[in-house]
């Protein structure tokens, strides 16, 4: 089983940037699928961006495509969301999730956010206009 820890989140003004970081830790050695989701209060929890541990990715939902730029260092099982030109609407807090797949499932369906094993406490991003 792999687990995660994500972190980085802060308030910011809009037009501004963060970068968050999630670590993973356990059964790395066998492939999974990674991702980025968030959740504001009273809105559905929204796939961002994942990546395959094989070498896949990044996949990204087309909301943030363009701003949000997710990263993978794979010597340190780490997952980056790199987030630009935020604005008010991106305030939620952002979670990392991850489960063991195949590169065929976690390219297709990495939105699944049910699918998810693994989930972090979630790190929250506050964007101020």
């Known amino acids: 089983l792999v687990q995660v820890v994500e972190f980085g989140g802060d308030s910011v003004q809009a037009g501004g940037s963060l970068r968050l970081s999630c670590v993973a830790s356990?059964?790395?050695?066998?492939?999974?699928?990674m991702a980025w989701f968030r959740q504001a209060p009273g809105k559905e929890r929204e796939g961002l961006a994942a990546?395959?541990?094989?070498?896949?990715?990044?996949y990204y939902t087309t909301s943030v495509n363009g701003r949000f730029t997710a990263s993978r260092d794979s010597t340190k099982n780490t997952l980056f969301l790199q987030m630009d030109s935020l604005k008010p609407d991106d305030t939620a807090m952002y979670y990392c999730?991850?489960?063991?797949?195949?590169?065929?499932?976690?390219?297709?369906?990495?939105?699944?956010?049910?699918?998810?094993?693994?989930w972090g406490q979630g790190t929250q991003v506050t964007v101020s206009s």
């Open positions: 999730a991850a489960t063991a797949s195949g590169p065929n499932w976690c390219r297709q369906y990495w939105v699944r956010a049910d699918r998810y094993v693994s």
């Open positions: 356990g059964d790395t050695h066998s492939d999974y699928c």
């Open positions: 990546v395959y541990s094989g070498g896949g990715g990044p």
